[in-house]
């Protein structure tokens, strides 16, 4: 079975902080899928980043990073240097090989005071 | 191009009554799965269909149903709803079931409420 655990449910910055989400994974593939959903207010799932197993090597795109650590088994999230509109639920989610099922966390939702 | 479009975007029905929702891919992707977020909660995989056929299936009760049809837009369908069913249901397409092509872009859903 596949579980994600995002253990922070809420998070409170002022904006032009940064702010790390933790998301933890369990599977017992060898290969797999991780990504990040931003969800606003309106309810859709907005596709942010993909990263598969093979490939630890961390990145950084505009103002979000990851942090893919395949030995804790997480696979963190930066958003640096927040807006107001960063304010959102992000979703880690998880997939296998060969198989299109998303498991998601709890997610964590961001608020972002101006 | 379009998003992943779903209608309608609110429901209300009552206890037993019978659900029908709608979903249409972006334009050229031909798998469709289906997801039902809880108030406060991950989204949970409903279903997955690929060229018309069913790929997947999480685990939810036989009340729930979909197909998939030829222009590869989708329907689910939820018989003698239950309360517990009051959610947000969300679609999603990818263009395939391949490694690389297997991220999912979602519509902004269906809020359903069944009083």
């Known amino acids: 079975a596949q579980k994600v655990t995002q253990a922070q449910t809420e998070i409170s910055v002022v904006e032009k902080e940064d702010v790390t989400l933790d998301c933890v994974y369990e599977t017992r593939d060898t290969t797999y899928y991780l990504f990040w959903y931003k969800q606003p207010p309106s309810g859709e799932l907005v596709f942010l980043i993909r990263?598969?197993?093979?490939?630890?090597q961390n990145e950084i795109s505009g103002r979000y990073s990851w942090n893919f650590q395949k030995s804790t088994s997480s696979f963190n999230f930066t958003i640096t240097a927040s807006q107001v509109v960063d304010s959102a639920v992000y979703f880690c989610?998880?997939?296998?090989?060969?198989?299109?099922?998303?498991?998601f966390g709890k997610g964590n939702q961001v608020v972002v005071i101006p | 191009d379009a998003g992943v479009t779903q209608s309608p975007t609110h429901l209300i029905k009552t206890r037993g009554q019978h659900v029908t929702l709608r979903c249409s891919p972006i334009s050229g992707h031909k798998s469709v799965s289906w997801y039902q977020q809880v108030l406060g909660q991950g989204p949970q995989f409903i279903f997955q269909?690929?060229?018309?056929?069913?790929?997947g299936r999480g685990n939810f009760p036989d009340r729930f149903s979909a197909r998939q049809f030829p222009n590869y837009s989708s329907e689910l369908n939820v018989n003698a709803l239950l309360l517990g069913d009051s959610a947000l249901y969300l679609c999603a397409s990818s263009l395939g079931t391949s490694n690389t092509k297997n991220i999912q872009y979602f519509g902004a859903g269906t809020r359903l409420s069944v009083l």
């Open positions: 990263r598969n197993s093979f490939d630890e």
């Open positions: 989610a998880l997939t296998s090989y060969g198989n299109n099922r998303l498991a």
């Open positions: 269909y690929y060229e018309k056929e069913e790929r």
